[in-house]
């Protein structure tokens, strides 16, 4: 709904309010503003100019040499090219140094030879939408009324000085819908009086009836018909000020009498139509459902078919509009009509929504009726309308309606207490304050002791019950003067378990280690469902799968993630690096739901590391994806509870996998692909990993402890042990680090060597060890006898010699 701030300063007094001030106000009493527009910002240098001559351009056929009086001491010379330029006309100019939208200025110019100062304007080009130009004026320049006074200011003849107010209005505010609704609502706000419009008496020598009758057959969905007739109208254009306020409210000016219906329209929120009376055809009009089938022709020039669930106005016989939506073009006014009939009703929401869907027609009126007017209105609009078309058409207005009114809705009346407002709220309102806000909204309070009983004016049918005018008294003593209170309850605020924390832990690592998250499907073929899982089961078939490709619950999350990269390489993006966390399921008996569990798996391929410019390539290998996990126990605190073991898995490389320990139970694999398998799938060298996510996060980890920087020096040692070439590193490492007891702080491997001098079938594995105490300064003794004491049991325990 665009209000007007000019106009809404009809009804309401806004002294000392600005615009933007007033849609604060609005905003936080419910209403959200979406916008405040000034139409004429940026805009200056536009005033009326007075076309005094016009001859033809003696070097250009289109263009035109205007002489036009700005109200100064002397004409000004303006070459033009709109078609419809003409002498005698007022038109709309911007003088030298002015400035148009798009901050377009407007300097002197010669065009072809011949001296221009300033321009000559439509609309389009002071930024008013083509949409709601009038179509006499869409490919032209617009024409002023003759008394406009050459060099007054054009904006404000436009209605560009205006402030337009966006509201953003929901379903239930229907009363919001009308320059009146929202005079209401800001009359609520302020404290201030609403002013309805003046409406003058008409007296007529003849009656309405005798030029009409109206029946209604379908009184459920048109309980109230209204029908005014209005002779002896000349159609022309509306005041320019009328012209104004619709093109501000987003509609297109057409003629004096169309332009009426829809300023009502806009005023009161209700919808009118105004018929051609000689073009009916007969003196009767008749709403009745559509047959099946019918066909009707719309304003818009379409042929439309009806259903038998769509209401139509007929002359008694033919239908002449699909009520509440649009109007018929057998009995549109045009230039040739005299004598109006005008339509006000009231229709039920339903059925013009019905119409308005099936036939793609959302229209001003139809949007209104769909969401509901106030049935107290439909005479008021109808003798304003028709007062209107009397002063602004020359109509003589025929006495009296002529009706069919059915109409049975009364004012809802709603009791509430005090103590309820005062209980919802966390308010300690007093009686008067809140009779005061209901007085306010122009509503009728009747206290009996602590209970309120409120009758609501039929224009605000989303006031029902008790609720409702508790979000009254909320919303007009303001939102930010209610009380703040904390939740009451027996837990604290909602938050993350620690099993989440973790799990946000995992994915913020691995994404900040260079890998994407994927998300692949919990369904396969039941080949592959068995594929790398970690525990062995049998599969799950649903019993009706959409297609045998996702017929089986998964055991591993690996497959998919190896069908992403061959996805990916077949299209040459050869360097991936991917993760998911997501469900296996576990079969858990025949009639029992399976068992699901999350888990962790990643795959890599082609290059983890490139610098082109210093010539560095470094390819996805074992240890960075073994590496990627290491990162990964650190950050979770269970590095020290982590052991790796080789291992041989189905589908994997049997010299390049590992099984991975936790506390010394298995809880997943990394390693190589296999390369018969990633010859079978096109794929290059690709790592993998597959974890127990629920294993390794519910694992206890202590609390973080720290100690202070040593202040004492560390003593290194460095050994080469010659061991068979089937014994792992990792158990010396164990060996070592259980050996050195307190004082040895770290180990590492740091040389591995099984060349020509090396007996067969032995290797050299090169350790690192530092001897440290936090407390002194160790001697040399100290040192030699712990270092001793390790070699001693490496060669005791694995079979290890030092290296000479």
Wanted: charged share 25%.
């Amino acid at each position: 709904m665009f209000v007007s701030y000019k106009w809404l300063q009809e009804y309401v007094d806004l002294s000392g309010i600005s615009p933007v001030e007033l849609a604060e106000k609005i905003t936080k009493s419910g209403i959200e503003v979406e916008g405040v527009e000034k139409k004429s910002e940026g805009i200056k240098g536009v005033v009326i100019g007075h076309v005094l001559e016009k001859v033809k351009h003696p070097e250009a056929d289109k263009l035109n040499i205007c002489q036009v009086d700005l109200g100064q001491e002397t004409p000004v010379q303006i070459i033009c090219g709109a078609p419809n330029v003409d002498k005698g006309q007022k038109v709309a100019v911007a003088t030298v140094g002015a400035v148009l939208p798009g901050n377009f200025k407007i300097k002197k110019a010669k065009l072809r030879g011949e001296e221009s100062n300033g321009m000559i304007c439509s609309l389009q080009e002071l930024g008013i939408e083509p949409k709601v130009v009038a179509k006499d004026y869409s490919s032209g320049i617009f024409v002023f009324p003759s008394e406009a006074e050459a060099g007054q200011d054009a904006l404000s003849l436009l209605g560009l000085d205006d402030a337009i107010l966006e509201l953003g209005l929901t379903p239930n505010r229907a009363d919001a819908m009308s320059m009146l609704g929202v005079a209401y609502e800001v009359g609520a706000i302020l404290g201030r009086e609403v002013k309805w419009p003046e409406i003058s008496e008409h007296s007529s020598s003849e009656e309405a009836s005798g030029y009409i009758s109206v029946k209604v057959d379908a009184k459920e969905d048109n309980p109230l018909y209204v029908a005014k007739v209005i002779k002896d109208v000349k159609i022309g254009p509306s005041p320019l000020w009328m012209q104004t306020l619709l093109m501000n409210s987003g509609i297109r000016p057409h003629n004096n009498i169309v332009d009426i219906t829809n300023y009502v329209l806009l005023e009161y929120g209700q919808p009118l139509h105004a018929f051609d009376y000689n073009k009916i055809g007969s003196k009767e009009i008749l709403v009745r459902r559509a047959s099946e089938g019918e066909k009707i022709v719309t304003l818009d020039e379409a042929e439309r078919t009806l259903k038998a669930d769509h209401l139509v106005i007929t002359n008694g016989t033919d239908p002449i509009a699909l009520a509440g939506v649009m109007g018929g073009a057998n009995s549109e006014v045009d230039t040739d009509t005299t004598t109006v009939l005008l339509e006000s009703a009231y229709f039920t929401g339903g059925v013009i929504r019905k119409a308005s869907k099936d036939h793609g027609l959302r229209s001003e009126a139809s949007s209104r009726y769909e969401k509901g007017v106030d049935p107290n209105r439909v005479r008021q609009a109808a003798e304003r309308a028709a007062d209107l078309m009397a002063q602004y058409a020359g109509g003589t207005v025929l006495n009296g309606s002529v009706t069919a009114d059915a109409l049975q809705i009364e004012p809802a009346v709603v009791s509430i207490t005090l103590e309820k407002i005062n209980r919802v709220l966390g308010t300690h309102l007093q009686m008067d304050q809140v009779q005061s806000i209901f007085k306010r909204l122009q509503f009728t309070v009747d206290v009996s002791g602590d209970e309120i009983t409120v009758t609501v004016p039929t224009r605000r049918g989303d006031i029902t019950i008790e609720e409702d005018l508790i979000e009254e008294v909320a919303r007009l003593f303001g939102y930010d003067n209610l009380p703040l209170t904390l939740p009451v309850a027996e837990t604290g605020p909602g938050g993350l378990t620690s099993y989440q924390l973790k799990r946000r832990k995992v994915r913020s690592f691995l994404e900040g280690a260079g890998l994407y998250q994927a998300v692949t499907y919990s369904l396969t073929t039941n080949e592959k469902a068995n594929q790398y899982a970690l525990e062995t089961a049998d599969t799950i078939r649903l019993a009706m799968p959409m297609s045998e490709e996702r017929s089986t619950l998964r055991l591993s999350i690996t497959p998919q993630l190896l069908e992403i990269l061959k996805y990916n390489i077949a299209r040459q993006n050869d360097s991936i690096a991917i993760y998911e966390t997501g469900s296996v399921f576990l079969k858990n008996g025949e009639h029992e739901l399976p068992v699901e569990k999350e888990h962790l798996a990643g795959a890599l391929t082609g290059l983890w590391h490139s610098q082109l410019w210093q010539g560095e390539k470094k390819p996805v290998d074992f240890y960075v994806a073994k590496g990627v996990l290491e990162g990964l126990f650190s950050v979770l605190g269970i590095s020290e509870a982590v052991s790796y073991h080789p291992a041989a898995i189905p589908g994997m490389h049997p010299g390049r996998t590992a099984e991975i320990k936790l506390n010394g139970e298995a809880v997943g694999f990394v390693g190589q692909i296999h390369p018969k398998v990633q010859k079978d799938m096109d794929l290059k060298e690709t790592f993998v990993f597959e974890l127990s996510l629920q294993s390794v996060l519910k694992v206890h980890v202590e609390p973080i402890s720290y100690t202070s920087i040593p202040r004492f020096p560390s003593i290194t040692r460095d050994i080469a042990l010659v061991v068979d070439r089937e014994t792992a590193a990792g158990q010396i490492y164990s060996v070592i680090t259980e050996a050195g007891g307190k004082l040895l702080k770290e180990v590492s491997v740091f040389d591995l060597y099984e060349g020509e001098r090396m007996e067969q079938g032995k290797k050299s594995i090169a350790f690192s060890l530092k001897y440290l105490d936090p407390e002194r300064t160790l001697t040399d003794e100290e040192v030699t006898k712990a270092h001793n004491k390790v070699l001693k049991t490496v060669e005791e325990k694995t079979g290890a010699a030092l290296r000479a």
